[in-house]
């Protein structure tokens, strides 16, 4: 089925009832990347550090096959998501236009300065293959009902290893995403605060990303993602 037809038909498609049969792992992550990657829009915002409380802005677009983040202050940059390879690949443009592949060991590099990584920044890790349910019937903070599913890397080659996502049931949007290294220490939490309907699915408005130090579990800063209101191109 084309990717664009199955987006929609995942988005559009009723939540079941907890007396229903549940859907399984890899049906919830692909309601996730719905929710995440709505067609030919363009989004504006800003990576904000809680510490400093320095801003970047930030441009996002979205196509079939490609989401692309662009930050226009000097320097400019620019990198690319490709979604057709797998797993999907990062690509960071040239000031002469050419395209550049990010290593997988390198997409733990801060962006702007940030202590927020390329690898938070395209979250490719909603593309890995190997999901599995966690707990079908989990909880966050307040009771909403959840699917807890775990996604875990090909290889050890990038930040993370194992990430853990509390979907909503209600909304099919994700509430938390926990992010282990190879040694299953935590190093990364992102919780999503805020978010847009737009045509009838889900979009990101607001994430929180708090980083961790491995070796003694304290947490190292904070940084914000915002974006506004989706734009078709």
């Known amino acids: 089925m084309h990717r664009r037809l199955l987006l929609a038909v995942l988005a559009a498609a009723p939540f079941v009832s907890a007396q ?34 320095r801003e970047e802005p930030l441009e996002l677009s979205l196509s079939q096959s490609l989401m692309r983040f662009h930050f226009p202050v000097q320097p400019p940059e620019t990198i690319q998501l490709d979604l057709t390879t797998h797993p999907a690949t990062l690509w960071q443009l040239t000031t002469q236009g050419e395209r550049q592949r990010v290593p997988l060991a390198g997409t733990d590099r801060p962006v702007r300065g940030m202590d927020f990584n390329y690898e938070d920044l395209s979250q490719r890790f909603l593309y890995w293959e190997k999901v599995e349910m966690m707990d079908a019937n989990a909880r966050v903070t307040g009771g909403v009902r959840c699917w807890l599913v775990r996604v875990t890397a090909p290889d050890t080659k990038g930040p993370y290893y194992t990430v853990d996502l509390w979907v909503h049931k209600d909304s099919g949007g994700v509430a938390r995403m926990d992010a282990y290294d190879s040694r299953s220490t935590l190093v990364k939490r992102f919780e999503v605060t805020k978010m847009w309907k737009v045509d009838n699915v889900s979009s990101l408005r607001e994430m929180r990303v708090q980083s961790f130090n491995p070796a003694d579990g304290k947490r190292r800063g904070i940084t914000y993602m915002t974006l506004d209101k989706p734009e078709r191109q």
Request: a neutral charge; aromatic letters at 2%.
């Open 20 to 53: 229903e049969s549940e859907p399984s792992a890899a049906e919830v992550l692909a309601r996730v990347r719905a929710s995440y990657a709505l067609q030919d829009h363009r989004m504006t915002g800003r990576l904000r550090d809680s510490a400093s409380g």
